[in-house]
């Protein structure tokens, strides 16, 4: 994925907090980021992989960049003796549900499981491959963040580190009724971000090189 440096995003945060440390600068504009994408759920990566014979939980790995927060779907295919191509759709499902005594066949299920993983319902029977579109969200204090969020919403995060930089007591900047505008501004992005995840606009972003997940 594309990816750039929050450094050199800070400029028009910086000119609203004059003698605001980098540092203070950095942080801010990463934890609005990171809140963005946490709620809106619209940064995505595209992670291929294959399900195996009586193995039902995987491990979608590790990025340098970005941490695995949820699924926003999956599907998978298959193919036939004939030489054509089975596609289907796998349903997010409670896995509390999941009988494990039922016996295995094409999965139709998954459920999500937390530190990057999910299982698969019922235990595949045979080998498919599976297309696993992840929700991310960038890593806690990293210096570089994806890109593809800033080109329809970066005023809005500018305005969630705002809001929170405003809202830091006794600063040279603190402003209670700037934070309480900006992060108005900043909730209106998010919803309008969720609202386009609802309404499936959004692609997310795709890696240059996709990884497999781990068995």
Do not use: H
């Amino acid at each position: 994925m594309n990816t750039v440096l929050v450094t050199d995003m800070l400029t028009n945060v910086a000119q609203m907090v004059r003698r605001c440390p980098t540092i203070t600068l950095a942080r801010a504009y990463n934890r609005a980021y990171r809140d963005f994408c946490s709620q809106s759920q619209w940064l995505t990566v595209q992670i291929p992989g294959a399900a195996a014979v009586n193995v039902s939980q995987y491990n979608l790995g590790s990025d340098p960049y970005v941490d695995i927060i949820g699924i926003k779907g999956m599907s998978g295919s298959l193919t036939n003796g004939d030489g054509s191509i089975q596609y289907w759709t796998l349903n997010p499902a409670d896995p509390s549900g999941f009988d494990p005594n039922y016996q295995p066949s094409l999965s139709g299920q998954y459920a999500y499981v937390p530190q990057a993983q999910f299982v698969l319902f019922p235990t595949p029977n045979q080998v498919f491959s599976l297309l696993v579109s992840a929700i991310v969200t960038p890593k806690e204090g990293a210096a570089q963040i994806p890109a593809a969020p800033l080109v329809p919403y970066s005023n809005e995060i500018e305005a969630g580190a705002l809001a929170y930089l405003f809202a830091l007591p006794g600063q040279a900047w603190t402003n209670p009724a700037e934070s309480a505008r900006n992060s108005r501004i900043f909730q209106a992005g998010i919803a309008n971000a969720k609202s386009e995840v609802q309404r499936s606009f959004n692609t997310g972003s795709q890696r240059a090189r996709p990884r497999g997940f781990i068995r």
